[in-house]
């Protein structure tokens, strides 16, 4: 490697210096003060700098407080409806009780079993019922598709049409969703 004295490389660092700070061809619309402020002004580049990098700093920061907000609704959401699951199932086996109760009203409705069946589907009922799930009454409203799922339509002098007739199964609602629409026969109006 060759030595060259401190004296010229001073001078050859100046002159790189001048030349990589001003450009060769200046964008168009650009005054030529304005590029001899700049390489005299470098506090001016560093200010813009610092703005850019503080305006990318308030950027980043509101968004993760948007990602904090939103992970915070949604593990609040995960635990609203942490029980849906178990519902869903548990609704199945709360239509086959009601077969059950009604075939042993049928036999003898002043039996002991059958009062004892009633507590029971009392309690659970008011259990469920304090855990946000609660049964749709179908029977002579109007059809709602967001809430009933129409298996058939029949015609009904008492009934005028899209009301409905009977609900085959009952549907039920948990907290603000449905959980299962009911499942019903809707009026196609009176007979012709």
Not at 74 to 97: H, M, P, T, W
Not at 116 to 139: C, F, H, R, T, Y
Not at 143 to 172: C, K, M, W
Request: no cysteine; aromatic share 6%; hydrophobic share 35%.
């Amino acid at each position: 490697m060759k030595k060259i004295p401190v004296t010229e490389q001073n001078k050859q660092m100046k002159q790189s210096a001048s030349a990589s700070s001003i450009p060769s061809s200046a964008p168009p619309g650009t005054d030529d003060d304005a590029v001899q402020y700049e390489a005299q002004d470098p506090t001016a580049g560093l200010q813009a700098d610092l703005d850019r990098f503080r305006d990318l700093a308030a950027r980043s920061q509101a968004d993760f407080e948007n990602y904090k907000k939103r992970s915070a609704r949604e593990k609040e959401e995960a635990i609203k409806y942490a029980n849906q699951s178990l519902l869903e199932r548990l609704v199945g086996i709360i239509d086959n009780f009601e077969l059950g109760l009604a075939a042993a009203k049928e036999q003898r409705a002043d039996s002991p079993i059958y009062s004892g069946m009633v507590l029971v589907q009392k309690q659970l009922s008011d259990l469920l019922a304090e855990n946000g799930l609660q049964p749709i009454e179908a029977e002579g409203k109007t059809f709602d598709p967001n809430l009933h799922e129409a298996i058939a339509h029949e015609p009904s002098n008492e009934y005028p049409e899209e009301i409905v007739v009977r609900q085959t199964r009952r549907g039920y609602r948990f907290k603000d969703r449905l959980l299962r629409p009911a499942k019903v026969v809707v009026s196609s109006g009176p007979a012709k």
